[in-house]
């Protein structure tokens, strides 16, 4: 029963350097999301996908792409890395009736970028 | 936009104890509401929601919270406090019904000391 997975769990990067975060659920789940969550300010949605192939941004994504060819995948990319994208990524992902589902969470992927 | 205020960013309580940990929120329309929990190096776990009906809601743990409207606050309880209830709560609300954006208040880190 492995729920939401996240790869990789730990990471560090060069400033300007590539890379991709992936997320796989198993629970057929329509909707997910990326987020970060810094000190002291709890978790910001970065971009979310309704479905396959859609995309949508959220609070805080400058800097990020991200892209749902799967139904059970959900890719976040950084282009060129930045010091201040230093953080813990957690991606979710929920139901989609209506709004009342709560989200399923990975157990993040700790990034640094020096 | 919606919004959530953790106004604790630490709470302390004897084991044995009641807790409480405050939440309140702003959405233009019907708040729904969540509670998760964060236990180190690991992702949010739902605790518990409020989506409608009655005031008072039970959720996992032993954990409760009491939905004021007046004051719009989601408070979070437990009637006896256990050393293994230390960890990182997290409030958060989505607008009801079309909200696909869920916001999540800062975090209050609960000690349970024994």
């Known amino acids: 029963n492995a729920g939401v997975t996240q790869t990789p769990k730990f990471r560090v990067l060069k400033t300007g350097q590539s890379m991709t975060l992936l997320c796989a659920q198993d629970m057929n789940h329509e909707y997910m999301y990326w987020y970060r969550q810094d000190p002291g300010m709890g978790l910001r949605l970065i971009h979310y996908s309704v479905g396959e192939g859609t995309t949508a941004k959220g609070e805080v994504p400058d800097g990020y792409n991200v892209s749902r060819l799967k139904k059970q995948n959900f890719l976040l990319g950084l282009e060129s890395a930045a010091p201040s994208q230093t953080s813990v990524y957690f991606c979710?992902?929920?139901?989609?009736?209506?709004?009342?589902?709560?989200?399923?969470f990975g157990d993040g992927t700790r990034l640094s970028i020096l | 936009a919606q919004s959530v205020a953790q106004p604790e960013d630490q709470v302390n309580v004897a084991e044995g104890n009641p807790l409480t940990v405050k939440c309140t929120y702003s959405?233009?329309?019907?708040?729904?509401l969540f509670w998760y929990v964060q236990y180190p190096n690991r992702g949010l776990q739902f605790l518990l929601k409020y989506i409608t009906g009655d005031n008072l809601v039970k959720g996992s743990y032993g954990f409760e919270a009491e939905f004021n409207k007046s004051q719009t606050s989601f408070h979070l309880k437990k009637p006896s406090a256990l050393v293994s209830d230390s960890a990182l709560y997290f409030c958060?609300?989505?607008?009801?019904?079309?909200?696909?954006?869920?916001?999540f208040g800062a975090g209050t880190r609960l000690t349970v000391k024994p």
């Open positions: 979710a992902s929920s139901f989609r009736q209506y709004s009342n589902q709560p989200q399923h």
């Open positions: 958060a609300v989505r607008e009801g019904f079309v909200g696909n954006d869920m916001r």
């Open positions: 959405v233009s329309g019907n708040p729904y």
